[in-house]
Nanobody, 115 residues
């Protein structure tokens, strides 16, 4: 059974940084592209970033390009999202999931950007 646990969210001021983590289990992690998604209040969930199997290829939504960095550690079944220069509009619940799979969502981790 696929299971993910996201962590690392919190309250941060505009311009600040956070690093999110996601530990996955229930599948062969190193064989799958992984992704971060987010859902802001009143909005649909959106794809933020994804990373290839070995980590050499990444892709980002235009809204976070140049500010966020996705990475992975296949030995620890973990992906990360380094978020820098955070903006008010980055406030959302952040989730991880296998890319292109309809796995059950984890509980997510809340990121709030506020002064």
């Amino acid at each position: 059974q696929v299971h993910v646990v996201e962590s690392g969210g919190g309250l941060v001021q505009p311009g600040g940084s956070l690093r999110l983590s996601c530990v996955a289990s229930g599948f062969t992690f190193r064989n799958h592209f992984m992704a971060w998604y987010r859902q802001a209040p009143g909005k649909e969930r959106e794809l933020v970033a994804h990373i290839s199997i070995g980590g050499s290829s990444t892709s980002y939504a235009d809204s976070v390009q140049g500010r966020f960095t996705i990475s992975r550690d296949n030995a620890k079944n973990t992906i990360f999202l380094q978020m820098n220069s955070l903006k008010f509009e980055d406030t959302a619940v952040y989730y991880c999931r296998r890319l292109r799979f309809s796995d059950t969502w984890g509980q997510g981790t809340q990121v709030t950007v506020s002064s």
